[in-house]
């Protein structure tokens, strides 16, 4: 068995540890003589399975009692309709765009309501995030939206917005654990976990228990109304449950590691591994502004798409995948998350200064 550093943004690497455990207990889980992918989730099997992964989750965020964790489908693009749905109360909300995903998000509040873009970073390719201390905030806005972490560009939110008593609303796909969150400054936040979490299938929703009502826009579906799935403890329709467990694997994988803490400090590590080296090489930089730097997705560039296209071809025959940057933005991208364990980001520079001696 040879396993590479895979460097994907998403569906990305999972701890190894997860993989085999799951791997040992494919044909029978815990006795029960089936796997979990066979299971009714009625059973009280699955009751605990989705239990405890919810119990293991707001160990690690500290989730409050007055919020209310969903387990749900359709990716993180199914949120960009489904929050106006529930949220637009006034029809009116106010979006950030830092990225293809907040702009996406915004295109889909659109249909629904009076959608706002109240700040944008589009004028320079979205490399750095605006200022938010003073944004032109609706009066009447429901909401204000963020992309907190720009899994394409490699931007992050480091202070968030001044949302002016709005409630904030924040799509964490690719920075989901990476670091400790007060749950407490945010309405929803949300993301797909096939980038820093488990397989590709689950949304995980954390909403404030208020915000949570009948009152949604006329026409939504039972399907994508919260108060559904929060009055069915995500167990409305049959919920993407291997997915669920896999997800409970990674919560108690990052409690074992010293949960979110210890994760920054390791991720903080990881990433000036990599942003050190870029800062000093004479062929390789990075993209983004400095103090608006991703830990979880780092882009770069040699300045010559020939030469990218080399350095991501040779990276990958070395064992280094998916290194190729966004096909919107092109060079290269290193998504290093959680599970990227930091020889894998050791060997990557090692790798890139061998490149980078034969090449200048
Ligand atoms: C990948 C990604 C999405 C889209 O996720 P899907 O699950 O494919 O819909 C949305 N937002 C961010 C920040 C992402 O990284």
Sequence with gaps: MARVYNFSAGPAVLPEEVLQEAAEEMLDYRGCGMSVMEMSHRSKMFETIIQDAEADLRELMKIPDHYRVLFLQGGASQQFAMIPM???????????????????????????????????SADQTFSYIPDCSDLPIDADADYVYICENNTIYGTKYKTLPNTKGKILVSDVSSCFLSEPVDVTQYGLIYGGVQKNIGPAGVVIVIIREDLITEDVLPGTPTMLRYKTHADAGSLYNTPPAYGIYICGKVFQWLKKRGGLEAMKEYNEKKAAILYDYLDESRLFHGTVRKQDRSLMNVPFVTGDSDLDARFVKEAKEAGFENLKGHRTVGGMRASIYNAMPIEGVEKLVEFMKQFEAKNL
């Excluded at 006034?90 to 889909?108: F, R, S």
């Design 86 to 120: 529930n949220l637009m109360k006034n029809g009116v909300a106010d979006y950030i765009i830092t990225g293809q995903w907040a702009k996406k998000a915004y295109q889909e509040a659109c249909l629904y309501g009076n959608a706002k873009a109240v700040a944008s």
